[in-house]
């Protein structure tokens, strides 16, 4: 059973551009988090989704960032209009859904550098 | 914010055991504790979670104070690739709940 996968590992914008980061939760996983961590700091929540619905966005920035997690298809978080301080590790997290643990695997990550 | 407070650092000689202490004093009953490690910024790994008996698995024990106050994670024989950062994490029963990370303890495994 693969992991959680994310891709681009590694991602480099100049400011202004978009930013597209997908993160495929493990099989069977229908609840998905992102997380992003700034440079020496822990990791902080941004979004909660289940397929096709944005659970929990209080995390989001209430600007430029967007998030969605298809029927088919990865989860996506979109960053538009970059600015240096986007720069940071993203990273995606799946849990299974339904129980009473919260258990949250999580990905790789995706290193996001604005230039 | 983070419920939890951690020591920021600990040290601890390779095949020794390694014991991380976490404070949740605020814990609601319906909250488990979950503790995770992140390794050189890779992404954070699943070590073990309880809410109010002690557990043990192939990666660690954790202890839970009566009073669920207050816990501590047991790596019975660290070894060098233990050297990570170490989270504590409280959250309620049932999927869906954030996780909120705080500064968590670096452990460093010295040979």
């Known amino acids: 059973n693969a992991g959680v996968m994310q891709n681009p590992r590694h991602l480099v914008r100049r400011r202004g551009q978009e930013a597209r980061l997908r993160c495929s939760p493990m099989k069977g996983h229908s609840h998905v988090y992102w997380y992003r961590q700034l440079p020496e700091e822990g990791l902080k929540f941004m979004v909660y989704?289940?397929?096709?619905?944005?659970?929990?966005e209080s995390g989001m920035p209430k600007e430029r960032f967007s998030a969605e997690f298809p029927k088919e298809g990865p989860s996506i978080l979109r960053i538009q209009q970059v600015v240096r301080g986007d720069s940071a590790a993203y990273f995606c997290a799946s849990s299974p859904g339904g129980g009473r643990y919260n258990e949250q695997f999580f990905g790789p990550g995706t290193r996001l550098t604005v230039l | 914010d983070a419920k939890t407070t951690q020591p920021p650092s600990m040290d601890c000689a390779e095949g020794r055991a390694a014991n991380l202490p976490c404070n949740h004093s605020t814990i609601s009953g319906n909250e488990y504790v979950y503790w995770y490690r992140q390794i050189h910024s890779q992404g954070p790994q699943y070590i073990i979670h309880?809410?109010?008996n002690n557990e043990t698995n192939e990666m660690a024990s954790l202890i839970i104070t009566e009073d669920r106050k207050s816990s501590t994670l047991i790596l019975p024989h660290a070894t060098l690739r233990d050297t990570a950062v170490y989270y504590c994490?409280?959250?309620?029963?049932?999927?869906?709940?954030?996780?909120?990370f705080g500064t968590g303890t670096s452990l460093t495994v010295i040979p």
């Open positions: 994490i409280v959250s309620p029963t049932g999927t869906g709940n954030q996780f909120y």
């Open positions: 309880g809410l109010k």
């Open positions: 989704l289940q397929k096709e619905n944005i659970i929990d």
